[in-house]
């Protein structure tokens, strides 16, 4: 029989005011060549956007469960720095940087021990279910200012 902790899914978790999720380059996130294909770094950073919003306390789920809004990407600037390759461990650093009415704008890291692979910003507007902004809940905008780079 697995250990419980064994069958608890990872969490990432805040050192300061910084998210930290840590993962591994596996094969499927790599092209022919072992290095990872550049969208990829996309869905490294919405795994590590998603667990740093549900580590600040902010339960989407819920709220979608009741017809309510969601955060969606509305803009993402990347710069690729260097390559990840097969096997490497990483980290995604994320930083809130500015908490708006209807969104949110998070500095984004990849990271290989001290090496910066990638930089981003990614602004995450709240949408209603009919698709169009809305102002976030305050108590997630207390919640993300909290956290804030500039707090």
Known sequence: MASPALDTPY???????E????????????????????????????????????AVGVDQRQVLERGGGAYYVAE????????????????VVSNVEQVRAASVVIQQRV?????????????AAF???????QRQPQK???????IARSA
């Not at 969490?11 to 005011?17: A, K, Q, T, V």
């Not at 930290?20 to 060549?33: K, P, R, S, W």
């Not at 021990?113 to 990638?118: A, V």
């Not at 949408?127 to 902004?133: F, I, K, S, V, W």
Request: hydrophobic residues 40%; aromatic residues 12%; proline residues 1%.
């Open 140 to 146: 997630w905008v207390e919640k993300f200012r909290n």
């Open 76 to 91: 993402a600037n990347i710069r690729y720095v260097r390559s990840a390759k097969l096997g490497d461990d990483l980290v």
């Open 127 to 133: 949408l209603d279910a009919n698709g169009r902004p």
């Open 11 to 17: 969490r990432g978790g805040f050192i300061g005011s």
């Open 111 to 123: 990271i290989r021990g001290e090496e910066l692979l990638t930089d981003a910003k990614v602004t």
């Open 19 to 54: 998210h930290h999720f840590a993962l591994t380059v596996y094969f499927e996130d790599t092209d022919t060549a072992g290095v990872v294909y550049y969208a990829n770094y996309l869905k490294f950073m919405e795994r590590a956007r998603s667990d740093m919003i549900r």
